[in-house]
T-cell receptor
Framework: ETGVTQTPRHLVMGMTNKKSLKCEQHLGHNAMYWYKQSAKKPLELMFVYNFKEQTENNSVPSRFSPECPNSSHLFLHLHTLQPEDSALYLC????????????FGSGTRLTVV | EDQVTQSPEALRLQEGESSSLNCSYTVSGLRGLFWYRQDPGKGPEFLFTLYSAGEEKEKERLKATLTKKESFLHITAPKPEDSATYLCAVLMEYGNKLVFGAGTILRVKS
């Protein structure tokens, strides 16, 4: 495996379900990110983890709960979501301090019914 | 407020018809400007990084340029396979935050 891997690729869940998105990076980076991408809107930064510590939470509702057990893995736990939460959820990683951009995974297409 | 604006929102070109995409930014400090390509249902794919005004980067039919206020992505003699959404992003000087524009949807018809 190379780069950033996200699973599952597609997820349909009811508003009362609990599910988790998984992200794994194989690049040796020390920072990981969750972004939300909705139609015709810029990518929205949700959470930032530097060296496994959460350093940013951009006013994300508590029904989204991130977890970063180590510098290679990142999870997004979902519960009691709303239909407007349907979007493409992208994970990315980077090496802090090198001024490089992020490497993105292929995303999870989430549909809340 | 830090902001990245891309124009046009959508662009339709005939194969071989050259054009440019614009990315303008108002940020408190710039460490770098990035161009990404995104195909439907996939994550953004890195194209270029520009760090200072006057810098230019090229890759096949694409050329990116940077001034103090904006960046251009020039597409020369595009082909249908260049159809995608092109995203511009700014890496802030402080912190490690990448702020994106809304993107330009490019369609190239043969």
């Amino acid at each position: 495996e190379t780069g950033v891997t996200q699973t599952p690729r597609h997820l349909v869940m009811g508003m009362t379900n609990k599910k988790s998105l998984k992200c794994e990076q194989h690049l040796g980076h020390n920072a990981m990110y969750w972004y939300k991408q909705s139609a015709k809107k810029p990518l929205e930064l949700m959470f930032v983890y530097n060296f496994k510590e959460q350093t940013e939470n951009n006013s994300v509702p508590s029904r989204f709960s991130p977890e970063c057990p180590n510098s290679s893995h990142l999870f997004l736990h979902l519960h009691t979501l709303q239909p407007e939460d349907s979007a493409l959820y992208l994970c990315a990683s980077s090496q802090v301090g090198q001024g490089n951009g992020y490497t993105f995974g292929s995303g999870t297409r989430l549909t809340v019914v | 407020e830090d902001q990245v604006t891309q124009s046009p929102e959508a662009l339709r070109l005939q194969e071989g018809e050259s054009s440019s995409l614009n990315c303008s930014y108002t940020v408190s400090g710039l460490r770098g400007l990035f161009w990404y390509r995104q195909d439907p249902g996939k994550g953004p794919e890195f194209l270029f990084t520009l760090y200072s005004a006057g810098e230019e980067k090229e890759k096949e039919r694409l050329k990116a340029t940077l001034t103090k206020k904006e960046s251009f992505l020039h597409i020369t003699a595009p082909k249908p396979e260049d159809s995608a959404t092109y995203l511009c992003a700014v890496l802030m000087e402080y912190g490690n935050k990448l702020v994106f524009g809304a993107g330009t949807i490019l369609r190239v018809k043969s």
